[in-house]
């Protein structure tokens, strides 16, 4: 990543946010929620109109700030013209920051667990408490509404109007601007994974755990409904809209736990390097 000057508690934090961004996307790694592809960014924290994401390599064997890149938010090219190769798919980082201000992290997935409910017509909701933030239901993105004669039908967000697309997805019918927040925190993308945003990297890493946990918890209850015929007549029980409002923000209050555990998960499990 390119030098830039800063205060020496300037330098303190950004230090920190590296370290972070490197633990996070070991933990996203360690948890399946990214395997070889699949990507993390942060805005940076003295300019807004900057996102960090790393360069061109599998999440799990990032390990020193010299793996991470700088990119414009405005049309998502590297600050440094001579970085290394980066992430095709970054415009969904940048457009997301582009679109909503308050937005400081972005995760991109390929969960297994909760692709079913992009194609199936499914939708996605909550059932437990620590996935309150997927509110009553989670939009689906899909791609062919989006592209333009001649496009490329491999799925990939590869520009920035596609990415624009998908940012639009976190508020359907909603003209934002300003400071103004997505209504939605996570969006499923048809037949490719989800993106999901929030405040900082510690709750865009939680969140993205937590979504693929409530898909497969969604998926054993339908499951199991589907095979006792006494259970046909009764519906998956989710969480009410009072439910969804209340863990968001219990949840938030111990946040530092899971974060915590997976830290020394990735510590501990002896296939990841941190040096930030």
């Given amino acids: 990543m390119a030098a830039q000057t800063h205060s020496p ?3 303190a934090i950004l230090r920190q946010y590296y370290r972070d961004f490197i633990s996070g996307s070991h933990i996203l790694h360690f948890h399946n929620v990214l395997d070889a592809f699949g990507h993390l960014s942060f ?12 360069r061109n390599a599998a999440p799990g064997t990032i390990s020193s700030p010299g793996d991470l890149i700088a990119y414009r938010v405005e049309d ?29 992290s ?17 939708p996605l909701r909550a059932c ?25 039908c491999d799925l990939l967000v590869r520009d920035t109007h596609l990415g624009a697309s998908l940012a639009a997805a976190f508020s359907p019918g909603a003209d934002h601007v300003g400071g103004d927040a997505p209504q939605s925190v996570v969006v499923l993308m048809r037949g490719h994974g989800f993106t999901v945003l929030a405040g900082s990297i510690q709750d865009c890493v939680m969140r993205a755990v937590y979504t693929q946990k ?5 998926t054993t209850a339908l499951t199991t409904r589907a095979a006792d015929p006494s259970a046909a007549a009764t519906a998956v029980r989710y969480l009410s809209q009072k439910e969804v409002d209340d863990t ?19 510590e501990a499990c002896g296939l990841y390097v941190n040096s930030a």
Avoid at 76 to 103: M, T, W
Avoid at 106 to 122: D, K, L, N, R
Avoid at 248 to 266: F, K, M, N
Wanted: with cysteine.
């Fill in 43 to 54: 805005r940076h924290p003295f300019n807004p109109g900057v996102f960090v994401m790393s």
């Fill in 128 to 152: 437990y408490h620590m996935a309150g933030f997927l509110g009553a239901s989670v939009p689906v993105w899909d791609i062919a509404d989006a592209q333009k004669p001649g496009d490329t």
């Fill in 9 to 11: 508690s300037d330098d």
């Fill in 76 to 104: 998502a090219q590297p600050v440094d013209p001579n970085a290394a190769p980066g992430f095709l798919e970054r415009c969904i980082h940048g457009e997301c920051y582009k679109k909503y201000p308050s937005v400081q």
């Fill in 106 to 122: 972005v995760i991109h997935s390929h969960s297994e667990a909760v692709v079913p409910y992009s194609i199936s017509g499914v």
């Fill in 248 to 266: 968001t923000w219990s949840i938030r209050q111990s946040a530092h736990r899971p974060w915590g555990l997976w830290l020394r998960e990735v």
């Fill in 214 to 218: 409530n898909a497969m918890i969604q």
